[in-house]
């Protein structure tokens, strides 16, 4: 498969996701205009952080006059997930130069990850995967940067637009990205243990709950395999 075929594939497969992400971005937006961030502010964070999440806390925290040490260990802590999605991704993308690891890293984002690391999966003699990486990750961003701005806009001219709902499309996207990845017991354990802590958790502060709750996930999953293969090895 050419480079615009592994390009334009990716990008394609982004495509539900990206809907799904369209009212985080507006929403996004125009809180950040009401916490009192210029348009310019506004969208330098989404073009420089790239990360609903993270931004999100950030401007609630920025609002309330936190300081920007809290800001930033807040943020970091959140985005800790990203190291389990750049390590899950490094055999794959290891071979390629450090002008295409980074930026490829940087556009990383948990609905990029759900397709790729699908595209990754599938077994062929394709030398140029790291173009389906590109076209997801590229349009997730240019989607992301567009719906800043069409939050920004709208921000102005409909008052409290973050009232309308429109973060469940978020949450369905999420939702739509766990699911279909759930296909062994444990990877099914480990997704209830996570929400179970998570639930357990939400009050914690700095989002701690969310750390607490993906490394309950990970020891229950990586427990669970390990038993697995050890009655395996049994079995044989």
Known sequence: MSRSHEFLNGARDILPLVVGAVPFGIIFGTLASGAGLSPWQTMGMSALVFAGSAQFIAITLLAGGVGALVVLLTTFVVNLRHALYSASMQPFVRHLPAQWRM???????????????????REDDSRYKHWFFLGAGLTMYLNWQASTAVGIAFGRA????????????????????????????????????????????????????????????IVVGVWLERRASAEKGALA
């Open 103 to 121: 930026p490829l890293a940087f556009w990383l984002t948990d609905e990029a990850y759900a397709v790729i690391q699908h595209r990754y999966a």
């Open 158 to 217: 409909v008052p409290d637009l973050a009232s309308w709902g429109l973060d469940f499309a978020m949450i369905a996207t999420f939702i739509g990205i766990a699911v279909p990845m759930m296909r062994t017991r444990p990877q099914v354990a480990s997704a209830a243990v996570a929400a179970l802590v998570a639930l357990a958790t939400w009050s914690w502060p700095y989002k701690l709950g969310l750390i607490a709750a993906a490394i309950g996930g």
